[in-house]
Structure formats: structure tokens, C-alpha cells
């Protein structure tokens, strides 16, 4: 099936450090997500991305579209210890009733 | 609002049983999923539905079934659960949009 390629698997960073992750594919994407899950619970979805190029920031996140659809990024910037989880990346294909998920990074922060 | 609600949230299967995952989400949405998440694998799509009475398999159906009789509640029923079947099940909802989905809080299976 589908593959979404993510990197790193993990990181360990310094509190106040800036986060890069990414997420590729071979196939073209219509929409990407990023959602990050808390040790313990259930994924949540923080930021969508619907046009090849868009860049979105949701507070200290940002991510962006790749301008192949093939490809997605997502920054930390100034991380914080509650930042630590599993960020996945997602992709939605037109026509398609489900996601495609990412393997995830998982991110230490260390105070 | 609840949002997606899980029930159990951890169970101990021994190989044979069967047992049903409950999932219910109050936001009226007509999408529903389950996935299963195994450790540094991401997650994968079992049975997904698209309205109540519409069902359909995902990537990894097989030894479940689901049912949704009411555009609430999405049950997923193992049937003689098996060592391979351990795992944390997470069961989200979307309205419309296939990709903003909600996650209820997970269960944790082990089959021994």
C-alpha cells in the first residue's frame, strides 16, 4: 500500500532548541497533517495543509506543502518540555476515505 | 462535549476469547475509524465507516469485524484473538472531511 516516509524517527533536543522534521513520498498528495500524540493518549491533529506551497503556523509550529505534493515539513521553534510526543504525518489523496500515516518522530525534549 | 470515547481502556485477552472494543463520539460526524498502533509502526487503518450501515476494510481487516447501526457507536469485534493481535486500538471520527479526524484515547490489548 501507500507509503509516507518520516524522518527522523527520533530526536533528542535541549529545551529552547528548533525542531525539523519531515515527511516524503512517491505518490502526490492533495492534503497534509500533522498530528501529534501525548504519551498515553490518542493523536491530535495540529495543523492541515490543503495547497502545494502553503505554509501554516500554529503558534510555535509551522508547516508547510511541498511544491512537488510529495512532501511535507513541520518546525518547532523554541522547544519546550511538553513538545515531547510522536509527531505523525498524514496525507489525504482526492477520492480516498482514509488517511495515509507516517511511521512518526518521536521527540524527546530534555530541560 | 465527549468527544470519541473508548471503553475498555485496557484489557487481557488469553489466545481464543473474543472480545468487542466500544467506541462512541457525540459530534454527529459520519466517518469513523479504527486503527491499531504497534510500537515504531505508526498507525493502520482496520475498518473504517462512512455512515451508518456502510462499512469497509482497511489495510489490516483480518480476525476483526465492525458494525454501525447508529451514526454514534462503531464497535469492533475480535473474534478468537490471537498473540498478533496485541496492541493499542484508537478509534477517530470526521464530518465531511475525511482527513480532520478525532482520536478517542486508545485501548490497550494484550492477548496472552
Known amino acids: 500500500g501507500q507509503q509516507l516516509n518520516q524522518s527522523p524517527q527520533s530526536m533528542f533536543i535541549q529545551e529552547g532548541e528548533d525542531v525539523s522534521m519531515n515527511c516524503t513520498s512517491s505518490?502526490?498528495?492533495?492534503?497534509w497533517l500533522w498530528y501529534k500524540q501525548d504519551p498515553g493518549e490518542g493523536p491530535v491533529l495540529l495543523i492541515a495543509?490543503?495547497?502545494?506551497?502553503e505554509l501554516t503556523s500554529n503558534g510555535r509550529l509551522t508547516a508547510q506543502f511541498g511544491i512537488t505534493r510529495k512532501d511535507s515539513f513541520l518546525n518547532i521553534s523554541a522547544s519546550i518540555p511538553s513538545d515531547v510526543g510522536i509527531y505523525f504525518c498524514?496525507?489525504?489523496?482526492?477520492?480516498?476515505?482514509?488517511?495515509?500515516f507516517g511511521k512518526g518522530t518521536k521527540l524527546t525534549v530534555n530541560p | 462535549n465527549a468527544g470519541v470515547t473508548q471503553t475498555p481502556k485496557f484489557r487481557i485477552l488469553k489466545i481464543g476469547q473474543s472480545m468487542t472494543l466500544q467506541c462512541t463520539q457525540d459530534?454527529?460526524?459520519?466517518?469513523m475509524y479504527w486503527y491499531r498502533q504497534d510500537p515504531g509502526m505508526g498507525l493502520k487503518l482496520i475498518y473504517y465507516?462512512?455512515?451508518?450501515?456502510?462499512?469497509d476494510k482497511g489495510e489490516v481487516p483480518n480476525g476483526y469485524n465492525v458494525s454501525r447501526s447508529t451514526t454514534e457507536d462503531f464497535p469492533l469485534r475480535l473474534e478468537l484473538a490471537a498473540p498478533s493481535q496485541t496492541s493499542v486500538y484508537f478509534c477517530?471520527?470526521?464530518?465531511?472531511?475525511?482527513?480532520?479526524?478525532?482520536f478517542g484515547p486508545g485501548t490497550r490489548l494484550t492477548v496472552t
Open positions: 495543509l490543503y495547497k502545494a506551497g
Open positions: 498524514a496525507g489525504h489523496q482526492g477520492g480516498s476515505e482514509k488517511l495515509v
Open positions: 459530534m454527529n460526524h459520519n466517518y
Open positions: 465507516s462512512v455512515g451508518a450501515g456502510i462499512t
Open positions: 477517530a471520527s470526521s464530518y465531511g472531511r475525511v482527513y480532520e479526524q478525532y
Open positions: 505518490s502526490i498528495f492533495n492534503t
